[in-house]
């Protein structure tokens, strides 16, 4: 696969019970530039989207008169993806520029990411793009507080709405965005009220660009060494440390608190990487310990092709097909980039596990015998 494969970019927007998700969701149907974007609404109940919007409904699906199409899951969300695959192909309804999710505001976010993922027709006709999740500035600090799911949200989020904030003191939303970031400090922060939250633009994450099918990986990776091409890996350590440090001493204050075990971090790797290699560390990771490891995102420099850089996205034991890009996004930066997102899964084991694959001498003989003798439960994944 490339990057100009013609699989439909799918975003998902999240947050918990009234966050906000439907007034914005209300708000973007109304952009003319996501027309011919399907809007799955995976809600228990009636969603109230303004019915001034709707033109006609059949077979379960609303057509909104600025040429959308709604409709509510119906059995499977893999089912209902299908369906609309399906009607694509046959004509009869306009090709789709785009899908996005609307997920319940109780749920975990991993399962429907992992319907997009891991059935492998789905993941032929479309991609997961990115997550967006609406976070209440009023009722923020007590979701999270309360609700493991709602830490999960905002973990996996590539980029975050805050809501309400014009009913929360200047103070309380600075509070917020320092506990949003302790969970996610690669998530990019915007303000709902503003006119931009309500445009399409809010779900081009970098992955799939509609126009161009290109990757904006920098973007989609959010990361922050992008650009810093001087003694790369010494920064990624130390920046990285040093916010792991934060995120402990702040955990340390907050150890009732939901999330307080989620941590963000991001390898770099200036060597292209052994095919073999990655396939045991993928395979080892998402086996022992896919239900702690809530996202990877990756661009890869394979010792095979390295002209041509590997694609990785998982959450939990599920990952996408890889994907190969026709070329590096940024000729002058071959680097291998991840970013992994863990809940209960310390950094340093799996910077440990990572080194020991990729021939770096860090793990102790005692560490790499043990890793040796763990037994790879996942078929392996063809790169």
């Known amino acids: 696969m490339t990057a100009s494969s013609n699989a439909v970019p799918v975003s998902i927007l999240t947050g918990?019970?009234?966050?906000?998700?439907?007034?914005?969701?209300?708000?973007?149907?109304?952009?003319?530039?996501?027309?011919?974007?399907?809007?799955?609404?995976?809600?228990?109940?009636?969603?109230?989207?303004?019915?001034?919007?709707?033109?006609?409904?059949?077979?379960?699906?609303?057509?909104?008169?600025?040429?959308?199409?709604?409709?509510?899951?119906?059995?499977?969300?893999?089912?209902?993806l299908a369906d609309l695959m399906d009607r694509m192909q046959s004509g009869r309804i306009r090709p789709l520029k785009r899908v996005v999710i609307e997920t319940t505001g109780l749920a975990d976010p991993a399962p429907v990411l992992q319907s997009v993922m891991g059935n492998p027709i789905i993941?032929?006709?479309?991609?997961?793009?990115?997550?967006?999740?609406?976070?209440?500035?009023?009722n923020g600090f007590s979701t999270l507080d309360?609700?493991?799911e709602a830490a999960k949200q905002v973990a996996m989020a590539d980029r975050l709405v805050i809501s309400k904030s014009t009913l929360a003191s200047a103070e309380g939303v600075a509070a917020l965005k320092a506990r949003l970031a302790t969970l996610n400090p690669r998530a990019e922060f915007i303000d709902g009220d503003l006119p931009e939250a309500g445009k399409a633009e809010l779900f081009n994450c970098g992955l799939y660009d509609p126009g161009t099918k290109s990757a904006d990986v920098g973007r989609w990776l959010q990361d922050e060494a992008h650009h810093d091409h001087q003694d790369h890996e010494h920064h990624d350590h130390e920046h990285h440390d040093h916010c792991s440090h934060d995120h402990e001493g702040h955990h340390h204050h907050e150890a009732n608190r939901h999330g307080a075990d989620i941590r963000s971090f991001s390898i770099v790797h200036d060597r292209p990487i052994e095919?073999?290699?990655l396939e045991m560390f993928i395979d080892l990771l998402r086996s022992?310990?896919?239900?702690?490891?809530?996202?990877?995102?990756?661009?890869?420099?394979?010792?095979?092709?390295?002209d041509r850089p590997l694609i990785l996205h998982g959450v939990q034991s599920v990952f996408h097909?890889?994907?190969?890009?026709?070329?590096?996004?940024?000729?002058?930066?071959?680097?291998?980039?991840?970013?992994?997102?863990?809940?209960?899964?310390?950094?340093?084991?799996?910077?440990?596990?990572?080194?020991?694959?990729?021939?770096?001498?860090?793990?102790?003989?005692?560490?790499?015998?043990?890793l040796e003798d763990n037994p790879l439960a996942v078929p392996g994944m063809k790169l």
């Open 146 to 148: 309360n609700h493991e």
């Open 275 to 277: 095919p073999m290699a």
């Open 16 to 80: 918990f019970l009234g966050a906000g998700k439907t007034t914005l969701l209300n708000r973007l149907l109304k952009d003319p530039d996501l027309s011919d974007t399907a809007v799955i609404i995976n809600e228990f109940g009636d969603v109230s989207l303004d019915h001034l919007l709707v033109e006609a409904s059949s077979d379960g699906i609303i057509e909104l008169s600025d040429g959308c199409l709604c409709c509510t899951v119906r059995g499977e969300l893999v089912d209902t």
């Open 123 to 138: 993941a032929q006709s479309y991609g997961l793009d990115g997550v967006v999740t609406v976070v209440d500035a009023v």
């Open 321 to 370: 097909p890889p994907q190969r890009l026709a070329a590096w996004p940024d000729p002058n930066d071959r680097r291998t980039r991840m970013v992994i997102i863990t809940k209960g899964l310390e950094e340093a084991f799996v910077r440990d596990l990572f080194d020991a694959f990729t021939g770096k001498p860090s793990v102790d003989r005692a560490d790499r015998q043990a």
């Open 288 to 306: 022992a310990h896919g239900e702690k490891l809530l996202r990877m995102k990756a661009i890869v420099a394979m010792s095979d092709r390295p």
